[in-house]
């Protein structure tokens, strides 16, 4: 897992929540089931969507090498370190 994803799971959970929020409203469904279904589809998709937005990114900046080792760093990456 990288840090761009966490950051933009915030992000994507919150679009995601808000977009089916909206459009539930927009249809005529005004109750608590729909306002909390849309928060678990949010935050069950915040994270995939993030994560391949987050591939995206990367594999389109020159800078940023996808070739490490794998084992080099451990479950959490150190602060300061370069992204995994």
């Known amino acids: 897992m990288d840090r761009l994803s966490i950051i933009l799971s915030l992000l994507s959970g919150a679009l995601i929540t ?3 929020v909206t459009t539930a409203f927009t249809m ?4 608590w089931w729909v ?11 915040a994270w995939p969507s993030a994560y ?15 070739h490490r080792d ?11 370190e370069r992204e995994v």
């Open 35 to 45: 306002i909390g279904a849309a928060a678990i589809i949010g935050f069950v998709m």
């Open 28 to 31: 005529g469904y005004y109750s």
């Open 52 to 66: 391949y937005v987050s591939r995206l990114i990367k594999n389109n900046d020159n800078q940023w090498s996808p």
């Open 18 to 20: 808000g977009t089916l």
């Open 70 to 80: 794998p084992f080099e760093h451990g479950p959490i990456p150190r602060p300061g």
